[in-house]
């Protein structure tokens, strides 16, 4: 596994030489990175193919883990730490006069990926391998995936994220594996020997082409592959598609993650690209079972595959493997229903009802004739089921179709023997509320695992120094078992390490204002309180509420009122259907523009939006974070990770006790973070009373009055309208995210954060106790869970291959 310097320099300068006919002092980054990449690849692929081979030696249970998003950032830094070859390449480039982060820079972050959800996907396939067991992705390989996105007078714009267009150098394209989807057409049931065989006519045939991805295991010899499906045409139905937009139709298939849901033709893609990738995995896997694995008895299929459904989206995999067990191999409707249950499991990733899928009946009839069949059959035999053992109520309330929907998220529960939430409270609710009548039914089903990150990216790649602090102080083992780091807390009164921690944090600090002043030419200083709140825009998340206290400190330095220096710094998308979202951002950069330009403050506050919030920036900004803005209305938000990951980095949490914010807590201990707002008792308190009058607040609490104002008089240039339309959402009775209710604790907690700053001697303290209990959520541990509690794999033994 080990490479030495002169080793690679001789591999490298080969790869620039064969690629490009040219000596490395005259290669370009761009060039560099390929020939890189090449040197990389050639590394891991005789561990990959030996992985498959043990895979089928062995016979051993793999998952497979469908999910819309995948989000890995770029591969680079993380295979050659990964192959345990970082800190070698990294000298040895240095030997040669080059910079091993700017070559990396060449490469484009994979697009494929929103959020939370989709990074999460990645981490657990890069803990999968990490922790040697077998595990595949299976998505859909977006070429612009989500957009890139520019500001254009403040305002939110679109532009194709054309991520492919210098080729995937990690991915390979697997023509051999290709399968079919049908979509549309008409189907009926005709009896063959006494079997009811579907007969299609009509409709569309599309090729599914994987493009597979090696997910290399952190120095421990597994690769792991990530599967992500191309729609084309087959060649056999040429014809059949004469035109250029005829064309487009199968092409634009797998061209955007999340299409404008807001008409019918964006819901019919989105509907279209679930069942897409579904379809294609579940094929492939069991082509695999049979040919592979030569094995026919579908009854033993709990036994070598598990299936995990991440959110609703992959959810018609229950469907699906109903059609190809009972359709195409002929298993009867009793077995084939005991398979699914056993190879299916569930992760749920929200308690809001908008965020659970459902598709209207007709569509799903005109698109997937024979999975809208399967899934009607489904649904009477759970009522017919359930019919004298509950009440009708409860039967309606949890069947899959009613009122000409199909819901998601209960044919996912309905259809898996394993349905989990991703922190304690979020699973709590579910139990107790959203989903409490399942829960009375299935209680053996439900179980908790909280979400978790890969500490070897955000603190070995994207920190260095903290990492190599850690090194110097508790040893290396840490790396590789991070409940060492508990060890860290043993230096809590050491000067000279809480000195350091703070010189890394000020080191990462001036790295990012020097990026700062480069894409926005704004100088921020260094010595500020950086004040992070990077995540998905929504107004559950309430970057509304840090709008509102931005506004807050404004209008105090106007008055003279003092307040120590701080940099607020936002990263998020709006969706693009989401009106109020990209109002959000508009106002947020109005306020930016006028605050920072404003010599009367004297450059006490700044606030930096930056645009196209993704992996890589997030490795530039959470390192810098000295405060983690986890603000989400209690209740509303499912875990999080951003909160992990923005404390491993020694940022001090202002939280609501959301998500896994109170594991968080749990962790660090109450003088190690900053809580405040409503619970959940009292969010559950108002949504039951409808008692819940912003307005009242308002009129009685002139600080919180003249905040808002700030929004419609005028203050903010260029965004009346826009202003108007928060100041009337924050206002309006029952507002269910409760961003005044919670904005006078807010300004409390704000203001410990300003005592505490005062202290770098125990702010570093602070910083130390979250680095050391970051642990707690190392993604590695949350896999483990998974792996023997609902997955039920064992470890893969592979033989590691000499490089």
Request: hydrophobic letters at 40%.
């Amino acid at each position: 596994m080990q490479l030495t310097k002169d080793e690679f320099k001789k591999k490298l300068k080969n790869k620039v030489n064969i690629y490009f006919e040219e000596e490395l002092d005259e290669a370009s980054n761009s060039e560099l990175y390929t020939a890189l990449s090449g040197v990389v690849r050639d590394g891991y692929a005789p561990q990959w193919r030996r992985t498959r081979i043990s895979e089928a030696d062995q016979g051993q249970k793999q998952v497979y883990y469908f999910s819309i998003e995948f989000l890995p950032g770029t591969l680079l830094k993380t295979n050659l730490l990964n192959l345990g070859w970082l800190d070698t390449v990294r000298a040895a480039l240095s030997d040669l006069g080059l910079d091993l982060d700017k070559i990396a820079a060449a490469e484009p972050d994979m697009a494929l990926g929103n959020g939370g959800l989709g990074r999460l996907a990645a981490a657990f396939m890069d803990s999968l391998a990490s922790t040697g067991y077998t595990g595949n992705g299976n998505g859909i390989r977006y070429k612009y995936g989500l957009f890139k996105q520019k500001f254009v007078n403040g305002y939110q714009k679109e532009l194709p994220n054309d991520w492919l267009k210098k080729d995937d150098h990690w991915e390979v394209r697997r023509e051999s594996k290709s399968v079919l989807v049908r979509f549309g057409g008409k189907v009926r049931m005709v009896d063959d020997n006494g079997w009811m065989t579907p007969q299609y006519e009509g409709g569309d045939v599309v090729r599914a082409v994987p493009y597979d991805t090696a997910i290399v295991g952190y120095r421990d010899g597994v690769t792991n592959t990530l599967r992500l499906w191309d729609a084309e045409i087959p060649p056999e139905e040429e014809l059949s598609y004469p035109t250029i937009s005829d064309r487009r139709r199968i092409e634009d298939l797998t061209s955007i993650l999340y299409p404008d849901d807001s008409n019918y033709e964006g819901r019919l893609l989105r509907l279209k690209q679930e069942y897409f990738f579904v379809s294609a995995g579940l094929q492939s896997i069991l082509d695999y079972y049979v040919k592979k694995l030569g094995n026919k008895d579908f009854t033993k299929l709990p036994d070598y595959v598990a299936v995990h459904i991440n959110d609703t989206h992959p959810a018609m995999a229950i469907a699906e493997l109903m059609r190809l067990l009972v359709d195409e191999h002929r298993v009867d409707w009793e077995t084939a229903w005991d398979i699914t249950l056993k190879v299916m499991s569930y992760t749920n990733h929200t308690i809001m009802s908008e965020a659970m899928e459902k598709w209207d009946t007709n569509m799903l009839s005109q698109l997937l004739p024979r999975i809208m069949q399967i899934i009607t059959e489904i649904d009477r035999r759970y009522c017919a089921y359930l019919n004298g053992q509950v009440s009708n109520d409860v039967i309606e309330r949890t069947r899959i179709i009613k009122n000409g929907q199909v819901q998601m998220a209960h044919l996912a529960i309905i259809g898996s023997h394993s349905i989990n939430g991703v922190a304690a409270l979020h699973t709590q609710l579910l139990e107790t509320k959203v989903l409490k009548d399942f829960y009375n039914l299935y209680p053996d089903r439900f179980n908790n695992k909280t979400n978790g990150i890969t500490l070897r990216r955000w603190l070995q790649i994207a920190n260095p120094e903290l990492s190599d602090l850690l090194d110097q102080t508790i040893g290396k083992d840490w790396r590789k078992n991070s409940d060492k780091m508990l060890n860290f807390e043993k230096y809590y009164n050491d000067t000279l390490v809480l000195e350091r921690i703070n010189q890394i944090k000020l080191d990462n600090k001036k790295k990012l204002a020097e990026f700062i002043k480069e894409q926005m030419g704004v100088e921020v200083d260094p010595n500020a309180i950086f004040d992070v709140q990077v995540k998905r825009l929504h107004e559950y998340k309430r970057q509304t509420l840090k709008l509102l206290h931005i506004l807050k400190l404004y209008q105090d330095l106007k008055a003279g009122i003092d307040h120590p220096k701080r940099v607020v710094i936002f990263g998020a998308k709006a969706a693009p259907s989401y009106v109020f979202a990209k109002q959000v951002i508009k106002v947020i950069n109005e306020t930016a523009n006028m605050i920072n330009s404003d010599p009367d403050i004297n450059g006490k506050l700044k606030v930096i939006f930056l645009e196209n919030y993704d992996v890589s920036l997030a490795e530039k900004i959470i390192p810098a974070a000295d405060v983690s803005e986890q603000i989400s209305t209690t209740t509303k938000e499912a875990s999080g990770t951003s909160n992990m990951k923005l404390m491993a980095n020694g940022a001090l949490t202002v939280a609501t006790m959301d998500g896994a914010n109170i594991e968080i807590a749990d962790a660090v201990g109450e003088d190690n973070i900053i809580t405040f707002g409503l619970n959940k008792d009292q969010v559950y308190k108002y949504y039951a009373e409808h008692s819940y009058h912003p307005r009242e607040m308002y009129e009685s609490d002139p600080v919180m009055k003249k905040t808002v104002d700030a929004l419609t008089d005028g203050t903010i240039p260029n965004c009346f309208s826009e202003g108007q339309a928060l100041a009337n959402k924050f206002l309006s009775d029952n507002e269910q995210f409760f961003v005044l209710a919670d904005f006078a604790d807010y300004l409390k907690a704000q203001e410990k954060v300003e005592q505490e700053w005062k202290d770098k001697h125990s702010w570093a303290q602070m910083s130390l106790v979250n680095i050391a209990h970051s642990e707690r959520f190392d993604v590695d541990k949350t896999i483990e869970r998974y792996a023997q509690d609902i997955w039920h794999l064992k470890k893969l033994k592979v033989e590691k291959v000499d490089h």
